[in-house]
């Protein structure tokens, strides 16, 4: 979303997605403090509407978030075990016989699952914890404005 801020010299149009993102406090209030200075301080309204969209999608997210993270672990769990299993049965045999190689295969293919899943994980979590931090900024964002 982006706002446009009118003065007397000239204006100013701010991408309020990339500008939130930096979560800097100190730029927000230099922000408002322009915008209550400009001829349209109607943008803090805009702002404020926004920041409220935020909030409201927090919940949402947190849960379809959990719900990936709760799966991915899951299955990271599954392949650890399918991974000790084959390990145990590649042990039985020599190295380089046709049942090590059998199942050295099931081993490399487990694995290559598993740091697929953890990335996932990782990714989700990252968001997860992403939006703790992003619904905290917006709440002190909003004291702010109000």
């Avoid at 309204?45 to 959990?66: D, H, L, S, V």
């Avoid at 899943?117 to 404005?145: C, G």
Wanted: proline share 1%; charged share 35%; glycine share 2%.
């Amino acid at each position: 979303m982006d706002i446009e801020i009118r003065y007397e010299n000239g204006s100013m149009t701010v991408h309020l997605d990339e500008f939130l993102t930096c979560r800097s406090i100190s730029k927000v209030k230099k922000l408002v403090k322009i915008i209550r200075e400009s001829n349209t301080p109607e943008c803090e309204n805009a702002i404020r509407e926004y920041i409220e969209q935020e909030i409201e999608q927090f919940e949402p997210k947190q849960k379809e978030n959990a719900k990936y993270i709760v799966g991915y672990t899951e299955k990271v769990k599954f392949c650890q075990r399918q991974i000790d299993n084959s390990v145990l049965n590649r042990n039985r045999y020599k190295r380089n016989t046709d049942g090590w190689k059998h199942y050295n295969e099931f081993v490399k293919q487990y694995r290559q699952e598993m740091k697929e899943l953890k990335a996932l994980l990782r990714s989700r979590q990252s968001d997860f914890d992403r939006n703790i931090r992003n619904k905290e900024f917006y709440q002190k964002v909003l004291q702010i404005i109000t």
